[in-house]
Nanobody, 125 residues
Framework: QAHLVESGGGLVQAGGSLRLSCRPS????????MGWFRQSPGKEREFVAG???????KYADSVKGRFTVSRDNAKNTVYLQMNNLKPEDTAIYFC???????????????????WGQGTQVTVSS
């Protein structure tokens, strides 16, 4: 079973940047189809961005133009570059992957089978 490991969270002032990374803890799972989600206290987990092996990268409207997903195939790692962070971006961020790589980006929490432990992102005003 693939387990995902996130890193890169932290505390940053509004307007600052952070880069999150996500990789499988064991080899054998290619990160061509995966998603980033976030959850803040009292709210449901929400889609942030996602990739697929065939379709374009998808972003939630709230992060378009500020967040960028990239991938390092050699390291089998996916990154979420977050720029111009806002206090409302404060949340625990999770990466997720489906059992079967999807040709197009999956948007729902229930579409994903493997999840990381989450990494806290806190943006101060």
């Amino acid at each position: 079973q693939a387990h995902l490991v996130e890193s890169g969270g932290g505390l940053v002032q509004a307007g600052g940047s952070l880069r999150l990374s996500c990789r499988p803890s064991t080899g054998g799972y290619s990160m061509y189809s995966m998603g980033w989600f976030r959850q803040s206290p009292g709210k449901e987990r929400e889609f942030v961005a996602g990739t697929s092996w065939m379709g374009p990268v998808k972003y939630a409207d709230s992060v378009k133009g500020r967040f960028t997903v990239s991938r390092d195939n050699a390291k089998n790692t996916v990154y979420l570059q977050m720029n111009n962070l806002k206090p409302e971006d404060t949340a625990i961020y999770f990466c997720a992957a489906p059992v079967v790589m999807a040709p197009f980006c999956l948007l729902g929490v229930s579409d994903y089978d493997y999840w990381g432990q989450g990494t806290q992102v806190t943006v101060s005003s």
